[in-house]
């Protein structure tokens, strides 16, 4: 699935987000993953002071880690970089 059309599942609130597809839309926002510490990615974005921690659980992203990051975008107006289209 590309990039926008996971953006849309998300925005729409669904509770069905594999871990994976959140992990492919926050770094097509730019996101890297600076390290893993057990079950937390940790994120990191060059124009942000703030980390985004996100967990795996049973293959699905948490919903309220998904809340967390969609904060972030609207805080600092993120947009899909073209380079990871």
Known sequence: MNKEKLLKKLLRGSKNVKFSELIAV???FGF???RVRGSHHI???PDIPELL???EY???AKP???EQFLALVEEYNLTIQEKNQ
Do not use: C, D, P
């Open 26 to 28: 926050v770094q097509a």
């Open 32 to 34: 890297t993953l600076a």
């Open 43 to 45: 994120f990191e974005h």
């Open 53 to 55: 921690n996100l967990q």
């Open 58 to 60: 049973k293959g699905e």
């Open 64 to 66: 309220y880690q998904i």
